[in-house]
């Protein structure tokens, strides 16, 4: 079944300490991107990746880091995690031109930071 | 950047009542997108529909590109119709940033 993979579904955490959400894709895509939405204010971009070893930041990049040293995979990191990065965060893909094809989304991360 | 409005922002439905939402967005875009987000928070896609018509099964949907608005028509609705209903354009000469409008909540009652 073609899909992106996100783990975990939920975690708490405490402030500082360093973790790393998971992203796969199964479907070969070229375009890889993550989201954060927060209540009042939607869904906004973090970072996107055009293809391996391509990243550029999105909207809302401070305080996180990502890599895409292989196709499948679009870790995102929290290097010292904060309480105002506790949100629900969205991993999606595409192919090609990605505005031509339309994105999947993963099932989401409810991250909590106390 | 590009704006995406939706409305209306808050709906209640009867169960078995139909209705429209409408996505407005300011600029040329290459793909728009609906989704549906269910009360597990999942988002999941419904639409890709840069232009024309779709339908898929309750639902469908009518893109009007050259006038810059969309529409998502759900009939019949059901109380698995609740959730929260996204419209989501890339701007034509952008970044292929996904840009969301904030949403139309809808509960339906039984």
């Known amino acids: 079944e073609a899909q992106v993979t996100q783990n975990p579904r939920y975690l708490i955490t405490v402030t500082g300490k360093k973790l790393t959400v998971t992203c796969s894709q199964n479907m070969n895509h070229e375009y890889m991107s993550w989201y954060r939405q927060d209540p009042g204010l939607g869904l906004r971009q973090i970072y996107y990746?055009?293809?391996?070893?391509?990243?550029d930041k999105g909207d809302v990049p401070e305080g996180y880091k990502v890599s895409r040293k292989e196709k499948r995979n679009f870790p995102l990191i929290l290097e010292s995690p904060s309480p105002n990065q506790t949100s629900l965060y969205f991993c999606?893909?595409?192919?090609?031109?990605?505005?031509?094809?339309?994105?999947?989304f993963g099932s989401g991360t409810r991250l909590t930071v106390v | 950047g590009i704006q995406v409005e939706q409305s209306p922002p808050d709906l209640i439905l009867q169960e078995g009542a139909n209705s429209t939402l409408r996505c407005n967005f300011s600029d040329s875009v290459n793909n728009l997108q609906w989704f549906h987000q269910n009360p597990w928070g999942q988002l999941i896609n419904l639409f890709y529909?840069?232009?024309g018509t779709k339908q898929n099964g309750r639902l469908s949907a009518t893109t009007v590109a050259t006038e810059r608005y969309s529409l998502l028509y759900i009939s019949s609705s059901q109380t698995t119709d609740s959730g929260v209903y996204f419209c989501a354009v890339v701007e034509k000469y952008g970044n292929n940033r996904l840009a969301f409008g904030k949403g139309n909540q809808v509960v339906v009652i039984p």
């Open positions: 529909i840069p232009s």
């Open positions: 990746s055009m293809n391996v070893e391509v990243t």
């Open positions: 999606a893909s595409s192919s090609g031109q990605a505005s031509y094809y339309g994105y999947t």
